[in-house]
């Protein structure tokens, strides 16, 4: 149903307060957006796609690429990873369920409804093996069960890292395992419920094997959870791996996900959720590399020293230390998933560069995201802007399925995770 | 029978329903001002919480005082000649409409859903129920309005 219409309109009648009109995306991708004036609504626009599945269809691949299904019929899959001998893991997982604090959050319990899966999601991990090689997934096992809201994986040698929302686990991994029996034990708790507002924990292991990365999302939009729900959050956490210790890598990060290692300079990235409901065009999501010791504004500013009103008390002497991401992807495109290309199955174009999953906006009058876009890079740092590479998400007011993680396979083919489509993407030449 | 009551008022076992139902609005837009207070004085989150939920409960009841209200409006010539029922009615109309606002301005995230905006509509709605709330006690004592009439 067309919730859109439901609040925008009946607002706009009486109270007029939809909003600026958006301004071109286009204004606000890579080093220096523009960033219009605040404004804050009576009536934030909530603007979520009707699922209507696939049937059959497909999303479009770019120009020279080509799309097909891998998996599909999976419940809320919503990160992959791919294991050394092929295999690949997809997450069915979905958030704990929220609190209700203020009369707001059964509206928007609502309406996020409308916006996901009414799949329950399983809330375990799914193998996928294609043993004949013909670029879809013929055998399916449950490879670990029983989790408690899942997300991001990591393997080092023969140990497996599994980020639940509120702790990386870890389990001993045989090559060519299609299931893990033997129970896991926590390595390091992570920041959990009974608030659990951002929920995804996205994980990595540094490239020398020895640090995990966890990125931690905020408990809120903006501190509206109280500052103390905030303590270790909105932040990229390091993790010792043999003693489970860790620190704060870098913080004032909303919601990072995607946590990934740029092949040349062996930088970490992340795709970070900007905050909402300062208008449809603040504040633009990103993409930057993660340093350490940095702060990157969250809750008290963005990009660099724009105050949010919104926070209080106001921290000067952080905001003055704030520093702007590298490059901004537009406002509220969701970016999720981030994978650098280091194959070149899909052409040489794409060598080097990331891939960005684009979940799709919720909360702007125009739909922005809900696709899967390359971002060039040359020495370390985006060279260009966004190309779309899969599109076909979104069909007027209507949804066949939203982007969320993605990963590259052992043949160089770009996975997708399709979270409300309940599919895994396979994107080759 | 006594003289100059209504007859057509909404009751419940012979007492008139309208002004026990307005009393909750005014209790809970009261409370969301005194919350809201709480809240700017101490930028504690839960204080704000407390206010939408106080604004969100009276409106509801408010719901239900309008249209017993209206009823008691409506269906009697009496009520409709007296110029204090048509102020108690628009005042309470503006005081619902700032309420509304209000909690508009409550689901904000954080600060602004409370200072000054929210802050200064619960105080105005107050304000105006406080006058509102003296004139109904004028319908009720001096004009008799929906005074007790069975019991007599």
């Given at each position: 149903?067309?919730?859109?219409?439901l609040?925008?309109?009946?607002?706009?009648?009486?109270?007029a307060?939809c909003?600026?009109?958006?301004?071109?995306?286009?204004?606000?991708?890579?080093?220096?957006?523009?960033?219009?004036?605040?404004?804050?609504?009576?009536?934030?626009?909530?603007?979520?796609?009707?699922?209507?599945?696939?049937?059959?269809?497909?999303?479009?691949?770019?120009?020279?690429?080509?799309?097909?299904?891998?998996?599909?019929g999976?419940?809320?899959?919503?990160?992959?990873?791919?294991?050394?001998?092929?295999?690949?893991?997809?997450?069915?997982?979905?958030?704990?369920?929220?609190?209700?604090?203020?009369?707001?959050?059964i509206?928007?319990?609502?309406?996020?409804?409308?916006?996901?899966s009414?799949?329950?999601?399983?809330?375990?991990?799914i193998?996928?093996?294609?043993?004949?090689?013909?670029?879809?997934a013929?055998m399916?096992?449950?490879?670990?069960?029983n989790?408690?809201?899942?997300?991001?994986?990591?393997?080092?040698?023969?140990?497996?890292y599994?980020a639940?929302?509120?702790?990386?686990?870890?389990?001993?991994?045989?090559?060519?395992?299609?299931?893990?029996?033997?129970?896991g034990?926590l390595?390091?708790?992570?920041?959990?419920?009974?608030?659990?507002h951002?929920?995804?924990?996205?994980?990595?292991?540094?490239?020398?094997?020895?640090?995990?990365?966890?990125?931690?999302?905020?408990?809120s939009?903006?501190?509206?959870?109280?500052?103390?729900?905030?303590?270790?959050?909105?932040?990229?956490?390091?993790i010792?791996?043999?003693?489970?210790?860790?620190?704060?890598?870098?913080?004032?990060?909303?919601?990072?996900?995607?946590?990934?290692?740029?092949?040349?300079?062996?930088?970490?990235?992340?795709?970070?959720?900007?905050?909402?409901?300062?208008?449809?065009d603040?504040?633009?999501?990103?993409?930057?590399s993660?340093k350490?010791?940095?702060?990157?504004?969250?809750?008290?500013?963005?990009?660099?020293?724009?105050?949010?009103?919104?926070?209080?008390?106001?921290?000067?002497?952080?905001?003055?230390?704030?520093?702007?991401?590298?490059y901004?992807?537009?406002?509220?495109?969701?970016?999720l998933g981030?994978?650098?290309?280091?194959?070149?199955?899909?052409?040489?174009?794409?060598?080097g560069g990331?891939?960005v999953g684009?979940?799709?906006?919720?909360?702007?009058?125009?739909?922005?995201?809900?696709?899967?876009v390359?971002?060039?890079?040359?020495?370390?740092?985006?060279?260009?802007?966004?190309?779309?590479?899969?599109?076909?998400?979104?069909?007027?007011?209507?949804?066949?399925?939203?982007?969320?993680?993605?990963?590259?396979?052992?043949?160089?083919?770009?996975?997708?995770a399709d979270?409300?489509?309940?599919?895994?993407?396979?994107?080759?030449? | 029978?006594a003289?100059?009551?209504s007859?057509?008022?909404?009751?419940?076992?012979?007492?008139?329903?309208?002004?026990?139902?307005?009393?909750?609005?005014?209790?809970?837009?009261?409370?969301?001002?005194?919350?809201?207070?709480?809240y700017?004085?101490?930028?504690d989150?839960?204080?704000?919480?407390?206010s939408a939920?106080?604004?969100?409960?009276?409106?509801?009841?408010?719901?239900?005082?309008?249209?017993?209200?209206?009823?008691?409006?409506l269906?009697d010539?009496?009520?409709?000649?007296?110029?204090?029922?048509?102020?108690?009615?628009?005042?309470?109309?503006?005081?619902?409409?700032?309420?509304?606002?209000?909690?508009?301005?409550?689901?904000?995230?954080?600060?602004?859903s409370?200072?000054?905006?929210?802050?200064?509509?619960?105080?105005?709605?107050?304000?105006?129920?406080?006058?509102?709330?003296?004139?109904?006690?004028?319908?009720?004592?001096?004009n008799?309005?929906?005074?007790?009439?069975?019991?007599?």
């Open positions: 149903m067309n919730v859109k219409l609040f925008c309109a009946a607002a706009a009648a009486a109270l307060s909003g600026p009109a958006p301004i071109d995306p286009k204004r606000q991708i890579g080093a220096h957006p523009y960033l219009p004036d605040i404004h804050q609504y009576l009536v934030p626009p909530m603007h979520v796609a009707t699922n209507i599945g696939w049937n059959g269809a497909t999303p479009k691949a770019a120009l020279g690429l080509a799309v097909k299904a891998f998996a599909s999976l419940k809320n899959p919503r990160s992959l990873y791919v294991l050394p001998n092929g295999d690949v893991l997809a997450v069915e997982t979905d958030g704990p369920p929220a609190p209700i604090n203020r009369p707001k959050e509206v928007m319990a609502w309406v996020m409804n409308q916006a996901h009414s799949v329950k999601a399983a809330q375990r991990i193998l996928l093996r294609d043993t004949n090689g013909d670029g879809v013929d399916q096992t449950v490879f670990l069960d989790l408690h809201s899942p997300f991001g994986i990591a393997l080092v040698g023969n140990d497996l599994i639940n929302t509120d702790g990386v686990m870890h389990y001993h991994y045989q090559d060519g395992q299609t299931q893990i029996m033997t129970p034990n390595l390091t708790p992570l920041p959990g419920g009974p608030i659990d951002h929920w995804t924990k996205s994980l990595a292991a540094s490239p020398d094997g020895t640090k995990l990365y966890a990125g931690v999302g905020s408990n939009n903006i501190t509206e959870n109280g500052i103390g729900a905030e303590l270790d959050r909105a932040a990229v956490w390091e010792d791996r043999m003693t489970g210790a860790h620190r704060l890598f870098a913080t004032g990060m909303r919601n990072p996900n995607g946590l990934s290692f740029e092949p040349q300079t062996h930088a970490l990235w992340v795709v970070v959720n900007e905050r909402d409901e300062l208008g449809p603040l504040v633009p999501d990103y993409m930057t993660v350490d010791g940095a702060f990157y504004g969250w809750p008290y500013s963005y990009y660099g020293q724009h105050v949010d009103p919104r926070v209080m008390p106001q921290r000067p002497d952080l905001v003055a230390k704030a520093i702007p991401p590298d901004a992807l537009s406002s509220h495109v969701a970016p981030l994978t650098f290309y280091t194959g070149d199955a899909l052409g040489a174009h794409y060598s990331a891939f684009e979940h799709g906006s919720w909360d702007r009058g125009e739909f922005n995201g809900y696709k899967v390359f971002v060039p890079f040359a020495d370390g740092k985006p060279s260009g802007v966004p190309e779309d590479v899969l599109t076909g998400f979104v069909d007027g007011d209507k949804d066949h399925g939203r982007p969320v993680g993605l990963a590259v396979d052992n043949s160089g083919a770009l996975l997708v979270d409300v489509g309940g599919t895994v993407w396979r994107v080759t030449r | 029978m003289h100059g009551t007859r057509t008022t909404v009751r419940i076992v012979g007492n008139p329903l309208h002004p026990l139902l307005a009393a909750i609005p005014f209790a809970c837009f009261t409370g969301a001002l005194l919350t809201d207070i709480a700017w004085r101490s930028a989150m839960q204080w704000a919480n407390f939920w106080l604004l969100a409960a009276g409106l509801l009841v408010a719901v239900f005082a309008v249209i017993v209200g209206l009823i008691d409006f269906f010539r009496r009520v409709r000649a007296l110029g204090v029922a048509w102020m108690y009615a628009g005042g309470n109309a503006l005081a619902l409409v700032l309420a509304i606002l209000n909690s508009f301005i409550h689901s904000r995230d954080a600060y602004t409370v200072v000054p905006m929210g802050l200064i509509l619960s105080a105005l709605t107050v304000l105006i129920m406080l006058v509102t709330g003296w004139m109904g006690w004028e319908l009720v004592y001096h008799r309005i929906i005074a007790v009439e069975d019991r007599t």
